[in-house]
Structures are given as structure tokens and as C-alpha cells.
């Protein structure tokens, strides 16, 4: 699975972005996907997470109310949108995938099996 983020850039607190991730390399639909960030000086930290169907979401209690993740299978692409976004959201984010067609999805990275390259987010104040 290749995994390719983009959509990152500078941005002022209270904007929004929307963060892609086009996937390739197997069949979409058989893998649930994560997004997490990583902020200098921090470990990587979940933000949120699909059902290979779409069906289940999950999201860290600092995205909650603020962003969205969904996916658009026609396009092997999962999508972030970042709204009302703040400071401490700066980072660089990261899409994963997690082989499996569970039906529940997890917050921490060891359990994704390939990620993304990353892709930076800075939000001024």
C-alpha cells in the first residue's frame, strides 16, 4: 500500500483546511485508515480514524467537534477536514493504513501497517 497526503499548509486560527490521502497499491476497501500528527518535540498522537465501510468514525477528544474524517472510495482517498483550527493543532499529519475490515478502529500506531509521508499543517495565531 503506497499512501500520499496532501492539503498541509499555513493557515490562521479559526480557518479551516482539508488534508487527502490518495491510497494505492491494493484494494481500498479493505483497509480501515487513521490520520495522526506529530508536533516537534512530541510523539505521534492519534486525530482520527475510518472503517474500511465508512461506517465507524473515531476521533481524539482535541478533534472532536472540529474535524471530519470520511472517504470516498470511487477515489482510493481519505479525507480530514480541519475546521476552527487552532495553534496547538500545528503539526505534521500523517494518514495510515490498518489492514483489516474490522468493524472497530484504533487510536494507536502500532497497530497501522503503512503510513503516509506526512504532511505539515501550521496554523498562526
Known amino acids: 500500500v503506497q499512501l500520499q497526503a496532501s492539503g498541509g499548509g499555513l493557515v490562521q486560527a479559526g480557518g479551516s483546511l482539508r488534508l487527502s490521502c490518495a491510497a494505492s497499491g491494493r484494494t481500498f476497501s479493505n483497509y480501515n485508515m487513521g490520520w495522526f500528527r506529530q508536533a516537534p518535540g512530541k510523539e505521534r498522537e492519534f486525530v482520527a480514524a475510518?472503517?474500511?465501510?465508512?461506517?465507524?468514525?473515531k476521533y481524539a477528544d482535541s478533534a472532536k467537534g472540529r474535524f471530519t474524517i470520511s472517504r470516498d472510495t470511487a477515489k482510493n482517498t481519505v479525507y480530514l477536514q480541519m475546521n476552527s483550527l487552532k495553534p496547538e493543532d500545528t503539526a505534521v499529519y500523517y494518514c495510515?493504513?490498518?489492514?483489516?475490515?474490522?468493524?472497530?478502529?484504533?487510536?494507536?500506531?502500532?497497530?497501522?501497517?503503512?503510513w503516509g509521508q506526512g504532511t505539515q499543517v501550521t496554523v498562526s495565531s
Open positions: 475510518i472503517t474500511w465501510s465508512g461506517g465507524v468514525t
Open positions: 495510515a493504513a490498518d489492514l483489516t475490515t474490522s468493524s472497530y478502529v484504533y487510536s494507536y500506531p502500532t497497530r497501522y501497517d503503512y
